[in-house]
């Protein structure tokens, strides 16, 4: 069967300081991956999707960056982050037409 | 683009039925998608209509009507655990198999 791992459960970071969020897919190969975030009181945001390795659709500008240097590997980075980057972000991928989504991360940058 | 409508919140009683209603409009429109999410937690898949017409699976069912833009989820016998958020997603069919979320309908269940 197929999983999805997200970490870290929780963040917290200071302004300024970069960010590296990971994902994993197992069970599976060549999946469609997805980053979204999820603002306080606001719906799901679409920010990155791949369609393979090394392949990157970003959806709307802002300091982050997505990377896929593996199959089931995705990666959500910032050089530098900002207040308005806390929210919940969440992975994940597609099998079978249906979008299966990872734990999640909460991220606080104070 | 896109855009999915849904109520902001609802509340109904325990052992009740609700119907928690979605219209769209996108472009490319190729089936519709329901996420229950619990507070703090990612979302769950709970059900996808492609074609018009009542899907049923135990206690949810969802319906789909895409010559009015319109679905909805009905939750039968509600439970008090089935106080969540309920996101209403179109998908558009690209090879992407890019979703457009709505920003979700906060069912509450009261005893």
């Known amino acids: 069967s197929q999983t999805i791992h997200q970490w870290p459960a929780t963040l917290v970071q200071p302004v300024g300081s970069p960010l590296s969020l990971e994902c994993t897919v197992e069970?599976?190969?060549?999946?469609?991956l997805y980053w979204y975030r999820q603002a306080a009181g606001r719906g799901l945001q679409l920010l990155f999707y791949?369609?393979?390795?090394?392949?990157i659709s970003s959806e709307v500008p802002q300091n982050l960056s997505a990377s896929r240097p593996q199959d089931r590997q995705f990666i959500l980075s910032s050089k530098k982050l900002l207040l308005s980057d806390s929210g919940f972000y969440l992975c994940?991928?597609?099998?079978?037409?249906?979008?299966?989504f990872g734990a999640g991360t909460r991220l606080s940058v104070l | 683009g896109q855009n999915i409508d849904q109520p902001t919140e609802m509340t109904a009683t325990e052992g009740a039925i609700v119907q928690i209603n979605c219209t769209y409009q996108?472009?490319?429109?190729?089936?519709l998608f329901w996420y229950q999410q619990h507070a703090g937690e990612a979302p769950t898949f709970l059900s996808y209509?492609?074609?018009?017409g009542l899907e049923e699976k135990g206690r949810f069912s969802s319906f789909l009507s895409r010559s009015k833009g319109y679905s909805y989820l009905l939750l039968k016998e509600l439970q008090m655990k089935d106080s969540a958020s309920y996101l209403c997603?179109?998908?558009?069919?690209?090879?992407?198999?890019?979703?457009?979320f709505g920003k979700g309908t906060k069912l509450s269940v009261i005893p």
């Open positions: 994940a991928w597609t099998g079978k037409n249906i979008q299966y």
């Open positions: 209509n492609v074609l018009d």
């Open positions: 996108t472009s490319g429109f190729n089936g």
């Open positions: 791949s369609v393979g390795i090394g392949q």
């Open positions: 997603a179109a998908y558009s069919g690209a090879g992407s198999y890019q979703l457009t």
């Open positions: 069970g599976t190969s060549n999946p469609n």
